[in-house]
């Protein structure tokens, strides 16, 4: 949970070119991390929860997720509100990345326990880094429940 | 090039030069901001709810930075007290505080805040994480407009 430990990054994004980017954008900001990639917000929900083709897996649960809004089978919103619900991530930093910047979802997001509402900035690389920075060297994540 | 329309931070502080680095760091960001600074956990409630001489024309702030270890009222009862209240319990807030122990960055997650930072105690490097900070809050986040 120190600053310098690595993070473990679920980032649930189904538009490729946009994982690319973020992928990069971290390796970037030279902070020490691993990444897991979820195309929609069933995949997110498995992983998470091991269900479906994470059954049975052993993998540590990641202590920051990335995730976007629009996403085919379940949505930002909902994934956001189940992982809340759960007690192993009731404190895990949640990021939306959304391109709407409707003030409605902005403040739902927020009141829902998301971390930070960022829009999908035209130059979503240097966003990444500066959130690469921010969470990997200066904040404290909580620690696994 | 988008252009920022003036944040209003309010700073709960009462170690006097944590109060200058941060206004420092912040015009060093060159970030369109206005820095509300109060000394106490008590004085930060009052600016919060417009009591104790804060009159009604005080400005709700779209982001609060707030120590854990305060005078009268600590920050993790005013963090609570945010967030239980509706007309604030979106305003995002940022525990800032010299303390590292665990069981103060699980209770501030706990009780919603949206990030934890211990201070670094170098003063570059401090000045290093507030322009960081507000990088990442007040240019590339979205905050929540007043409800």
């Known amino acids: 949970m120190t600053p310098s430990s690595a993070m473990r990054i679920l980032l649930v994004e189904n538009n490729p070119d946009d994982v690319e980017i973020a992928r990069h954008a971290l390796k970037q900001s030279a902070v020490g991390h691993e990444i897991t990639v979820a195309r929609d917000g069933q995949e997110a929900m498995d992983f998470l929860f ?19 809004f629009n996403l085919p089978r379940i949505s930002g919103f909902e994934v956001l509100q189940r992982v809340r619900k759960a007690h192993t991530f009731a404190t895990t930093p949640v990021i939306i990345l959304a391109t709407s910047i409707r003030d409605e979802n902005i403040a739902k997001s927020y009141r829902l326990g998301a971390n930070t509402y960022i829009q999908k900035p035209a130059n979503l690389k240097q966003a990444i880094e500066v959130l690469g920075q921010y969470w990997g060297i200066f904040a404290m994540l909580p620690p696994a429940a | 090039m988008q252009s920022y329309k003036p944040v209003h931070l309010l700073l709960v502080e009462d170690n006097p030069d944590d109060v200058l680095i941060t206004q420092r760091a912040l015009k060093r960001s060159r970030i369109a901001n206005d820095l509300h600074v109060t000394r106490d956990g008590q004085e930060a409630l009052d600016f919060l709810f417009h009591q104790g001489g804060w009159g009604c024309d005080t400005p709700r702030p779209d982001l609060i930075l707030l ?16 967030r239980s209240n509706p007309p604030l319990s979106a305003i995002p807030v940022i525990m800032l505080t010299a303390s590292d122990r665990e069981e103060d960055v699980v209770k501030s997650y706990r009780l919603g805040s949206n990030t934890y930072i211990q201070k670094p105690v170098e003063f570059e490097k401090f000045l290093h994480a507030l322009e960081v900070l507000g990088e990442y809050w007040i240019v590339i986040a979205k905050l929540p407009s007043a409800a």
């Open chain 1, 50 to 68: 091991y269900e479906g083709e994470h059954a049975g897996a052993t993998h540590a649960p990641p202590n920051l997720i990335l995730l976007d």
């Open chain 2, 67 to 82: 120590d854990v270890n305060l005078p009268r009222v600590n920050g993790m009862e005013v963090l609570k007290q945010i």
